[in-house]
């Protein structure tokens, strides 16, 4: 049986989860669940739980990644939160820190279909 690599935000998410660990069982949230509508302002301390709807935009020297916010609440816990996070990502390819890291409402960047713009908001730097 062949071993896979585990991907960067995986093992980013892995080390968060040891600087604060969460005595959960952590299987996947609800996809309902959460904030309505995309804020105004950066929801720093808000658990990623109620922001499972939303991804991060992660760009490093490699390219442009997408980190869905629901999976990373499976994995290393629900009450997390984007300033416990941001700090500790890493490119999974290059090992180099992220470069910019947005908090989108659509992972494909499109804009959706009535066109309504995708909303962004700046996390780092």
């Given at each position: ?5 585990t ?55 490699c ?19 984007l ?43």
């Amino acid at each position: 049986m062949k071993h896979r690599k585990t991907p960067g935000w995986v093992r980013t998410a892995m080390a968060v989860r040891q600087v604060n660990p969460d005595e959960t069982a952590f299987p996947l949230p609800p996809a309902d669940g959460g904030l309505e509508g995309f804020p105004e302002r950066v929801p720093w301390a808000t658990p990623i739980f109620e922001m499972s709807n939303w991804w991060l935009a992660v760009n490093c020297p490699c390219g442009e990644k997408q980190v869905p916010l629901r999976l990373l609440a499976a994995r290393i816990g629900w009450r997390i939160t984007l300033r416990e996070i941001v700090p500790f990502l890493r490119c999974a390819t290059c090992r180099e820190r992220p470069s910019n890291v947005q908090l989108v409402d659509s992972p494909t960047g499109d804009t959706g279909k009535f066109g309504a713009r995708m909303k962004r908001l700046q996390l780092h730097p």
